[in-house]
């Protein structure tokens, strides 16, 4: 019985989830974009933790909106080929760059924690600006939609 769920789980996990949800650029951004994160690991069963999901997807949002000229930023979240992936784009030029702030700083470490947490990260450009991404391998050993660990909001809710 445990081989049929795993090859069920397998199986559901080589779909093709895409989520695009386009954010106004402003305060709330980030809150909504770590609703729609943790919404779609739980409604596509990813066996990922989701506190270091919602943590990175605030970090990337919150760089976009600091550099955005335009009205809205745009939240690409893709659960497919064994991995989270989570897009956001924005119209800035401008190219990430991790910086080596100091652990009291209050600022400027956004991309570290990305760099740190996430299996892989980056930027291309794209015909409106940039977008940079980070990806969290599926994990095998927790429950789909991240067990209990899904409870843990990452925005103070409960």
């Known amino acids: 019985m445990n081989a049929m769920a795993v090859t069920l ?12 949800v386009p954010l106004a650029a402003g305060p709330a951004a980030a809150a909504e974009a770590r ?6 690991i739980r409604a596509w069963d990813v066996p990922v933790d989701p506190s270091v999901a919602v943590l990175l997807t605030s970090e990337l949002v919150t760089n976009a909106i600091r550099h955005e000229t335009g009205e809205t930023v745009t939240l690409a979240i893709d659960g497919s080929q064994g991995q989270l992936r989570v897009d956001v784009h924005d119209s800035s030029c401008d190219i990430p760059v991790v910086l080596d702030n100091p652990g009291d700083a209050e600022t ?7 760099a740190t947490l996430s299996d892989e990260w980056g930027f ?19 429950p789909p939609g991240g ?3 899904g409870s843990m909001r990452g925005d103070g809710e409960p």
């Open 147 to 149: 067990g209990p660990r």
């Open 35 to 40: 609703g729609q994160v943790r919404a779609a």
């Open 108 to 114: 400027g470490r956004g991309l570290m924690l990305v």
């Open 9 to 20: 789980h397998t199986e559901l996990h080589t779909e093709l989830r895409i989520r695009r």
């Open 124 to 142: 291309y450009r794209t015909p409106a600006g940039k977008a940079v991404y980070f990806t969290l391998a599926f994990q095998p050993d927790l």
